[in-house]
Every structure is written in C-alpha cells, then in structure tokens.
C-alpha cells in the first residue's frame, strides 16, 4: 500500500511536470520572420504611383514609409504644388500608423463628421501627423502592414487611385520575383 501511494505521488508529479515547464517558458525577445519594407520597395511603389499619375494627367507629391512612419522615399513629380508635399507624408504616416486607408472615419460604415473635425483637431496636437484626407494607402504584405504610400495633388479620389497603383506596382514586383 506505501508503495502504491508512492507511485501515485510519481504519476501525479510527472503528470504535471511538463505543464510546470510551459508555464516557466519565457516569450521571445525579438520577432522573427517579419517582412520589411525596404528603399527598393518603396522606390518601386513611387515609381508605379509616378507612372499612374502621369496617365492621370497628374502632378503629384508621393511619399512612401515603413511600418512606424518613417519616411523611406519620396518624390515631388514636376509641376506638383510644394505645398502637397507634407500632405503627402502625411498620409502615408496615418495609413501606415493607423493601418488603414485614410479617409472619413469611421473606415467601415457610416462617415461621421464630428469624429473627423475631432481627428483633424488631434492632428495638430500630434504634430500634423494624422489626417482623414483621402490619398493614404497601406502596403500589406503576407498579411502584415510593413509601411504605407501618400499621395497630394488631385482630389482625394485621385490622391487614393495613384496611392493604390503605387501598392500594386510593389505588390506585382514582389509577386514576380516568387
């Protein structure tokens, strides 16, 4: 009988052990495997929204950053309107940040207009860097947000069109070197 209850005692123990264990694992400290977005990228997305906005018969600002924010390329086709330029980055820094295309909020539904006036008062307590002008796109790869294309120049319909043909000139690019 001692010896019985003993080898209960052992069963239960092994039994729990390796759930002690898992709880003693630590997450990891770094992330693996994640998709950046690097210069070649961003060039190739400026390079398809300068092509598509020529078609367009526009003359547009492009700004193209990483997933944070930050600005990797841009390019102030001839002619654009210097001051499109910050409107641009700033578009690209809200759909990068707030991944999702900018634009009337909320994104899905109903827009509402006292929640965009109050976004537009936050942008300038942020500094200038969140807008709900439409022309920001965020480029989506193997399901991550790994940066975002902005576009001033055209109406905000315009500014969303070459954003997009920028993303797809990336997207295609990408897709051709699989």
């Known amino acids: 009988m001692y010896l019985s209850r003993i080898v209960l005692v052992l069963i239960g123990l092994a039994a729990i052990a390796p759930i002690a264990f898992a709880q003693e694992k630590k997450p990891p400290l770094v992330t693996h495997a994640r998709v950046q977005l ?3 990228g961003a060039e190739t997305a400026v390079e398809g929204a ?9 003359k547009s600002n492009i700004a193209v950053v ?7 390329s841009f390019a102030r086709m001839d002619g654009a ?8 980055l700033t578009k690209a820094v809200s759909a990068a940040t707030f991944r999702q295309e900018t634009g009337a909020l909320p994104a899905k539904g109903e827009p509402d207009a006292l929640l965009s006036l109050s976004i537009q008062n936050a942008a300038a307590a942020s500094g200038g ?5 439409k022309g920001g796109i965020p480029i989506i790869v193997d399901g991550q947000v790994i940066g975002a294309i902005g576009v001033g120049g055209g109406s ?3 500014d969303a069109e070459v954003a997009k043909a920028g993303v797809q000139a990336l997207l295609d690019a990408l897709s ?3």
């Open 38 to 40: 690097n210069l070649a």
């Open 50 to 58: 300068k092509k598509k906005a020529a078609a367009m018969g526009l």
């Open 66 to 72: 990483d997933d944070g924010g930050h600005l990797l």
């Open 81 to 88: 309107r210097p001051a499109s330029g910050s409107t641009a």
């Open 129 to 133: 860097k969140i807008t709900t002008l």
């Open 156 to 158: 905000g319909e315009q």
């Open 176 to 178: 051709e070197k699989k």
